[in-house]
């Protein structure tokens, strides 16, 4: 008996039922936004198998990403669960719990005593910005990156001979690529590890940058042959676009100093005082004396130097720096792999402060830890509130952001709150007149509310912007509905023309 509870109090052990006990909920939230058309819609995932060399020739998924690690996951996960969720949720719950036992046994070799690298797991695997990284499934990309660097951290320091050692290595790097670009971050968070930890790094340490140097020449000849899905400069121009560059970053660190404003959209803009010959000669300065801060900070604090340059390297793909970005200017789920370093800082100084205050600190530590697993739970039963809920709250903490008013819209159309579905429609087109799906939610609105000339102006506006086959179908509804029985065979007649089973209103 003495044997079994033994077994349950150990680290690995405990992660994993904090992770079920603060995050078992998203097991019942069901297939809902990117994963309507990352899975529900998708040919590569649904479809007959296209061969292998469909995958990695071009991108499959719905929005042009390069992602065929992500798309072969999650075809095996339709074969084997269809479309129920709770398959996608466990699989998910089950690699953030990987990810928080390599995170302690990683901070294990950086803090000295095993309770603080515990304690620094424990904030990692229950920081609340999880919850959206959990709650969707085509989000396992940066699980499965975060899973591939962790692993090779932790292959670094193990005792394995150094061929198999390194071929590892190089085999999770491809590995992580595949999922995402973000798995770049593997080598360099390699090299942060080897100077900010204090013990001696293996035997032919370069041997294993040599192989990620190769690894990444090929990957990048391969990708730049693909198309990618690159947005416009913010602003229209590079002094707003790095404005909004330095904003996310921002925005970013004061989460994981306290994550308080975390929601599935976000109205961020650049600040304009960024903007402009000024902001970016602050910016400049602003830098600078990072760099020197930082430089003393790895001579006095190492544990510390290292987990603030983890936070800066593993946020750097998601500041678009190169264009990424449409909607929203930053985003929960790119917390994730940096919030490992928010960890090792809170810990660490934890670590630092508890010979002054022994019996204070570990209570201080306990009440942050609570703070964050309520907040975990309370944003994951937001999740598994029910669409109108969840999308209702999402456009109250984003209120200027068109697609979070897009998606309470089309959740109240489906429901049937027509009025309310109007007004967030509407509302959405008045913040992104281009977002196609909003026109085609409100036509249907209007059709299904007996107003078919209204529904045939939003239509006309909608085929002004897109002429598509999906645009000529509405229009000829809308035209049948109103009476114009010839404008509707025409309409009808183009559509058909550009694809013989377009997609009409709901």
């Known amino acids: 008996m003495s044997r079994f509870f033994s077994v349950w109090r150990r680290p690995p052990v405990l992660l994993g039922l904090a992770v079920l006990a603060f995050y078992g909920i998203l097991a019942w939230v069901p297939v809902f936004y990117d994963d309507i058309y990352y899975i529900g819609q998708s040919p ?68 000295r005593e095993p309770r603080w690298a515990f304690w620094g797991a424990l904030l990692f695997a229950l920081f609340p910005a999880h919850v959206e990284t959990l709650a969707i499934s085509s989000s396992k990309k940066h699980l499965c990156v975060s899973l591939a660097c962790l692993a090779a951290l932790r292959l670094r320091v193990s005792g394995l001979h150094r061929a198999w050692r390194d071929g590892l290595c190089w085999l999770l790097f491809a590995f992580g690529l595949t999922f995402k670009e973000s798995g770049v971050l593997l080598p360099v968070l390699t090299l942060l590890w080897d100077r900010g930890t204090s013990a001696a790094p293996p035997r032919g340490r370069w041997a294993v940058f040599a192989g990620y140097a190769g690894i990444f020449a090929a990957y990048a000849w391969w990708r730049l042959r693909l198309p990618g899905p690159l947005k416009p400069l913010l602003g229209g121009d590079w002094l707003t676009h790095v404005a909004g560059s330095a904003t996310a970053l921002g925005w970013y660190l004061s989460q ?23 902001g970016a000669a602050g910016l400049a300065l602003g830098a600078a004396a990072a760099v020197l801060g930082l430089a003393r900070l790895r001579r006095r604090e190492p544990a510390l130097w290292l987990g603030t340059v983890w936070i800066l390297a593993c946020l750097v793909p ?21 919030s490992l370093g928010a960890a090792l800082v809170y810990a660490r100084l934890g670590e630092r402060g508890a010979s002054r205050a022994a019996r204070l600190l570990p209570a201080a530590a306990a009440v942050l830890a609570a703070a964050w697993a309520a907040a975990a739970v309370r944003r994951a039963a937001l999740f598994a509130s029910g669409p109108v809920e969840f999308w209702a709250e999402t456009a109250r903490c984003a209120p200027g952001n068109a697609r979070a008013r897009y998606f309470f819209g089309d959740a109240c159309f489906r429901r049937g709150l027509y009025p309310e579905a109007e007004t967030q429609l509407r509302r959405a087109l008045e913040l992104n007149p281009r977002q196609l799906p909003s026109y085609d939610d409100l036509v249907g609105l209007l059709l299904q509310t007996q107003r078919p000339r209204e529904a045939t102006v939003v239509a006309e506006a909608r085929l002004a912007l897109a002429p598509d086959a999906t645009a000529w179908h509405n229009l000829g509804v809308c035209r049948l509905r109103a009476g114009r029985e010839a404008g509707a065979r ?15 209103p709901r």
């Open 44 to 111: 590569a995932v649904r479809g007959p198998w296209p061969g292998w060399a469909a995958f990695f020739a071009r991108p499959l998924d719905a929005f042009g990403n390069y992602e065929p690690g992500n798309l072969l996951l999650h075809r095996l996960l339709y074969a084997c669960a269809g479309d129920r969720p709770l398959a996608y949720r466990l699989s998910s719950l089950l690699l953030h719990w990987l990810n928080a036992v390599l995170a302690w046994s990683l901070l294990r070799r950086v803090l």
């Open 256 to 278: 994981l100093a306290w994550p308080g404003g975390l929601c599935f959209e976000h109205s961020l803009r650049p600040l304009a005082l960024l903007a402009g010959p000024a």
């Open 318 to 338: 998601f500041l678009n720096l190169v264009p990424f970005v449409n909607e929203s200017l930053v985003a929960d789920r790119y917390l994730y792999l940096a």
């Open 490 to 504: 025409e309409a009808f007649r183009e559509a058909a023309r550009l694809d013989p089973g377009p997609a009409g």
